[in-house]
């Protein structure tokens, strides 16, 4: 059984910083990313790390500004966002895979989200 838990979301202003985490515990050895969701709109990929973390990939939407990146010895991936802009308001989720991949529907294992609010 595979669990994943966000935290680090919350309200900042435009030009500001959020460190977003995400423990998974039962089987841990799998590809990850992050996915955020605005309001009326579809859930979409935002960035994705492999296994040993030597292979990522980001939206264009965010790179440059946010940085994925996982620590295995604590069971935890994290997203870095800075620069942050009104357009990134939404509930991110984690997910995780047997696999890599950064497509939305070869994801198997959700996070239940967290909020990222960004006012201008």
């Known amino acids: 059984q595979v669990q994943l838990v966000e935290s680090g979301g919350g309200l900042v202003q435009a030009g500001g910083s959020l460190r977003l985490s995400c423990v998974a515990s039962g089987r841990t050895n799998y590809a990850m990313g992050w996915f955020r969701q605005a309001p009326g709109k579809e859930r979409e990929f935002v960035a994705a790390i492999n296994w040993i973390g030597s292979n990522t990939d980001y939206a264009d939407s965010v790179k440059g500004r946010f940085t994925i990146s996982r620590d295995n010895a604590k069971n935890t991936m994290y997203l870095r966002m800075n620069s942050l802009r009104p357009e990134d308001t939404a509930v991110y989720y984690c997910?995780?895979?047997?696999?890599?991949?950064?497509?939305?529907?070869?994801?198997?294992?959700w996070g239940q989200g967290t909020q990222v609010t960004v006012s201008s």
């Open positions: 997910a995780g895979r047997f696999g890599y991949s950064t497509s939305r529907n070869e994801y198997n294992y």
